[in-house]
């Protein structure tokens, strides 16, 4: 079956979203299953194994994706230096998990990481396979085999929650996971494939992910270390609503980004020896990006009561004022969110090292700060946190590419109707509502739906770019008119 471009990202947009379908059904069930300590254990455990699977992969995947001559004997020796590395850290957090559960002052952790270690002994016989998949663009295999492992690891998480599992509900679940995509990657595995152990060239395919990979571990260690120190200092179930608040500030990243992330870098490489077209796709990515993040967080804000009851329900309302300062930091969010990508494809992947080294040591610092105060202030050291990255990305990009801040001001010029025609009708229909509407779920259907035609209104006013891309889905969809 021939791939093209489209072809690819649409089944990468249409696989996203089903997975998101099957996560958003799962988080509303589990929240009310599980108690903000459940979720607050989870988080802490969760973050060492989020760091370890940085160190298990340190751009080996990316490494076969890029490969323009990959062979049998590269493949073979990739996959054995994935396989020593997971069974490495697999090991590793399985002899530690008594550490981390001392360090958290919570014992549930130790069993929590026990379980979850097993995942790592299992999970390079499939992202290997899965890797091939996204290299030859066969992103209708990857969606059906991504779809079914969270279907069934959601049945398993909620089965096992309402059995009484609690937070170990969420290790069943994403073991589950892990051994679906491990059996069915199997069957679809690319004809003459073999993953014998090898170590041919292991020094120079090693060396290929060191930089991207130091600057993932970076990146996720900041993470892992702001539910840490929010964990101690704060508490565990300090750390639950921390983490629901930013999982709703997440949700833009988890709509927008992660439903085209696996196309990303490829497209922006295309042009990666013409300069002009280089920057031109990436300016057309931020007005993109711009036009869909601020309205969001627009919305978000506005209505972040209606917004954490209907995801959470009543138990998480102190996550609420959480969620409103997090929302300023989505000012900041787009202009960045391709920045790594593009230094990458230009073939300066040092610079995006160089951003994730400033940027995330001031958010360590602003964030061991704020621990000792509260979590309010924990969320304004993130907005410091994204605007110091605005800044330096504006300063290499300037720097390395010619693209200037006042180009990147325009397009947020360019996103601005949106954002009017989306919030104030939104506004008028929220006020129109109150004391008349009861039903949260229908409320918050109502205030959805005025400000996606409100969207839609503002983009087409405004002729923004994006507006043509509608047109084109819309000509493909509609069948021609047959003449009379």
Same mark, same amino acid.
């Given at each position: 079956?021939?791939?093209t471009?489209?072809?690819?990202?649409?089944?990468s947009?249409?696989?996203?979203?089903?997975?998101?379908? =099957?996560?958003?059904?799962?988080?509303?069930l589990?929240?009310?299953?599980?108690?903000?300590?459940? &979720?607050?254990?989870?988080?802490?455990?969760?973050?060492?194994?989020?760091?370890?699977?940085?160190?298990?992969?340190?751009?080996l995947?990316?490494?076969?994706?890029?490969?323009?001559?990959?062979?049998? !004997?590269?493949?073979r020796?990739?996959?054995?230096?994935?396989?020593?590395?997971a /069974? $490495?850290?697999?090991?590793?957090?399985?002899?530690?998990?008594?550490?981390?559960?001392?360090?958290?002052?919570?014992?549930?952790?130790?069993?929590?990481?026990?379980?979850?270690?097993? +995942?790592?002994f299992?999970?390079?016989?499939?992202?290997?396979?899965? !890797?091939?998949?996204?290299?030859?663009?066969?992103?209708?295999?990857?969606?059906f085999?991504?779809?079914?492992a969270?279907l069934?690891?959601? &049945?398993?998480?909620?089965?096992?929650?309402?059995?009484?599992?609690?937070?170990?509900?969420?290790?069943?679940?994403a073991? @589950?996971?892990?051994?679906?995509?491990?059996l069915l990657? %199997?069957?679809?595995?690319?004809?003459?494939?073999?993953?014998?152990?090898?170590?041919?060239g !292991?020094?120079?395919?090693?060396?290929?992910?060191?930089?991207?990979?130091?600057?993932?571990?970076?990146t996720? *260690?900041?993470?892992?270390?702001?539910? !840490?120190?929010?964990a101690?200092?704060?508490?565990?179930?300090?750390?639950?609503f921390?983490?629901?608040?930013?999982?709703?500030?997440?949700?833009?990243?988890? =709509? *927008?980004?992660?439903s085209?992330?696996?196309?990303?870098?490829?497209?922006?490489?295309?042009?990666?020896?013409d300069?002009?077209?280089?920057t031109?796709?990436?300016?057309?990515a931020?007005?993109?990006?711009?036009v869909?993040? /601020?309205?969001?967080?627009?919305?978000?804000y506005?209505?972040?009561?209606?917004?954490i009851r209907?995801l %959470?329900?009543?138990?998480?309302?102190?996550?609420?004022p959480?969620?409103?300062?997090?929302?300023?930091?989505?000012?900041?969010?787009?202009?960045?969110?391709?920045?790594? +990508?593009?230094?990458?494809?230009y073939?300066k992947?040092?610079?995006? =090292?160089?951003v994730?080294?400033? $940027?995330?040591?001031?958010?360590?610092?602003?964030?061991?700060?704020?621990?000792?105060?509260?979590?309010?202030?924990?969320?304004?050291?993130?907005?410091?946190? *994204?605007?110091?990255?605005?800044?330096?990305?504006?300063?290499?990009?300037?720097?390395?590419?010619?693209?200037?801040?006042?180009?990147i001001?325009? =397009?947020?010029?360019?996103?601005?109707?949106?954002?009017?025609?989306? @919030?104030?009708?939104?506004?008028?229909?929220?006020?129109?509502m109150?004391?008349?509407?009861?039903?949260?779920?229908?409320?918050?259907?109502?205030?959805?739906?005025?400000?996606?035609?409100? /969207?839609? *209104?503002?983009?087409?006013?405004?002729?923004?770019p994006?507006?043509?891309?509608?047109? &084109?889905?819309?000509?493909?969809?509609?069948?021609?008119?047959s003449?009379?």
């Amino acid at each position: 079956m021939a791939i093209t471009t489209r072809s690819a990202i649409a089944f990468s947009v249409t696989g996203r979203y089903l997975v998101l379908a =099957l996560q958003f059904i799962s988080t509303m069930l589990l929240a009310r299953l599980l108690t903000p300590e459940d &979720i607050g254990i989870y988080s802490a455990g969760f973050s060492i194994v989020a760091l370890a699977h940085l160190f298990r992969d340190f751009g080996l995947n990316q490494y076969i994706i890029q490969e323009k001559e990959l062979n049998e !004997a590269k493949l073979r020796t990739t996959f054995t230096l994935s396989l020593i590395i997971a /069974w $490495s850290l697999g090991a590793l957090i399985f002899l530690l998990a008594g550490t981390a559960a001392s360090f958290f002052k919570e014992s549930g952790v130790e069993q929590l990481l026990r379980l979850i270690s097993f +995942n790592f002994f299992i999970i390079p016989f499939g992202s290997v396979t899965m !890797a091939l998949l996204r290299k030859e663009l066969r992103f209708h295999i990857t969606t059906f085999i991504s779809s079914i492992a969270v279907l069934l690891g959601v &049945i398993v998480a909620v089965w096992t929650a309402y059995e009484g599992a609690q937070y170990l509900c969420l290790a069943y679940g994403a073991i @589950t996971e892990t051994s679906s995509v491990v059996l069915l990657s %199997y069957f679809f595995r690319p004809k003459g494939t073999r993953l014998a152990p090898s170590l041919v060239g !292991a020094k120079q395919i090693f060396r290929f992910g060191s930089i991207i990979g130091v600057g993932n571990i970076i990146t996720q *260690f900041s993470t892992s270390a702001t539910d !840490a120190l929010v964990a101690r200092l704060l508490g565990i179930t300090a750390l639950g609503f921390f983490s629901r608040a930013y999982g709703a500030f997440s949700i833009f990243n988890n =709509l *927008f980004y992660g439903s085209i992330q696996p196309t990303i870098l490829p497209l922006l490489s295309r042009n990666n020896k013409d300069v002009t077209k280089l920057t031109n796709g990436y300016l057309k990515a931020v007005a993109y990006s711009l036009v869909f993040a /601020w309205p969001f967080f627009s919305f978000l804000y506005l209505y972040t009561f209606e917004t954490i009851r209907v995801l %959470y329900g009543t138990q998480w309302d102190s996550a609420i004022p959480l969620v409103k300062i997090l929302c300023v930091a989505g000012i900041f969010l787009p202009i960045t969110l391709f920045a790594e +990508n593009l230094f990458i494809a230009y073939g300066k992947p040092d610079i995006t =090292l160089k951003v994730q080294i400033i $940027s995330n040591s001031i958010k360590l610092l602003l964030i061991l700060m704020a621990s000792f105060h509260s979590l309010e202030a924990v969320c304004m050291a993130l907005v410091g946190y *994204f605007f110091t990255r605005v800044v330096a990305v504006s300063f290499y990009a300037n720097k390395t590419l010619n693209i200037s801040f006042l180009s990147i001001l325009i =397009l947020c010029k360019q996103a601005l109707p949106c954002l009017l025609t989306m @919030t104030v009708p939104t506004i008028i229909a929220g006020q129109l509502m109150e004391g008349n509407v009861e039903n949260i779920y229908f409320h918050f259907f109502i205030l959805t739906m005025t400000a996606a035609i409100g /969207w839609l *209104f503002g983009l087409g006013i405004s002729n923004h770019p994006f507006y043509e891309e509608i047109k &084109i889905i819309f000509r493909r969809f509609t069948p021609n008119k047959s003449p009379l």
